[in-house]
């Protein structure tokens, strides 16, 4: 890829999977597993393009109303990604760090959540963001919870540190796969100046090619966050 401005933080709206899965006449938990895969694929290939920040979304609260088959076959995805491939995810170099409220998680997944967390903590390639029974408005209305428990009024940049995200820059890019053109839900505080790139692409398809692409429009972009630029 030529030499362009880079953003320094890249969410990623993984959408698609089930709609993938179901147009080659496989099963949806099928069309997760190969979006895990690509997963680790395309958020690779980002750190190795110099990015220093990548957030996924992997469940959101309104997944967890799905038919209890399909989060059977998403907690045992969990229990692979954060388990069996724990050791994938170490050689990767990365910091993990899982946003969202996991007490809803099987246990034993939270167990294996805390012990990647600690384990990759001081690792210093990037940072992987990874939502889990994430939800934005859920997230605001804990931050604000939090700040009326702490008795005090709060400005933009206190309310900030009270997010999950407290201390990590906001999206530069998001990106969505899958066709749909709406954030669902997803970082709806921090995405106030984000660039937005969508793409009809199923996430299993979206490849580095891809990413590139998206990073080469974003780059084209003049940011100028509300202000006028001079001519």
């Not at 407290?166 to 997803?186: A, H, K, V, Y």
């Not at 660039?195 to 972009?221: C, H, Q, V």
């Amino acid at each position: 890829m030529k030499k362009i401005k880079l953003p320094v933080h890249i969410a990623l709206i993984m959408d698609g999977n089930g709609r993938w899965a179901k147009r080659r006449f496989r099963p949806r938990a099928y069309g997760h597993k190969t979006g895990v895969q690509n997963m680790f694929k395309v958020c690779g290939h980002a750190f190795e393009l110099g990015v220093r920040i990548v957030t996924v979304y992997a469940l959101s609260t309104e997944n967890l109303k799905r038919p209890k088959e399909e989060l059977d076959e998403l907690f045992e995805l969990f229990r692979t990604f954060f388990g069996k491939k724990r050791d994938k995810l170490r050689e990767a170099g990365v910091k993990i760090n899982v946003v969202g409220d996991i007490t809803a998680l099987p246990p034993d997944i939270q167990e294996d959540i805390l012990q990647v967390t600690e384990e990759t903590s001081q690792y210093a390639k990037g940072l992987l963001n990874i939502c889990i029974n994430y939800g934005a408005r859920q997230e605001i209305v804990r931050a604000v919870n939090a700040a009326v428990s702490y008795g005090r009024f709060v400005d933009e940049k206190s309310f900030s540190s009270l997010l999950y995200t407290g201390g990590i820059p906001d999206p530069d890019l998001i990106i969505r796969t899958g066709g749909e053109l709406r954030l669902s839900n997803f970082l709806l505080y921090q995405a106030a100046y984000s660039e937005l790139y969508f793409t009809g692409k199923m996430w299993p398809e979206f490849s580095k090619r891809d990413l590139e692409r998206a990073i080469e429009n974003y780059s084209a972009r003049d940011r100028r966050f509300g202000n006028v630029q001079e001519e």
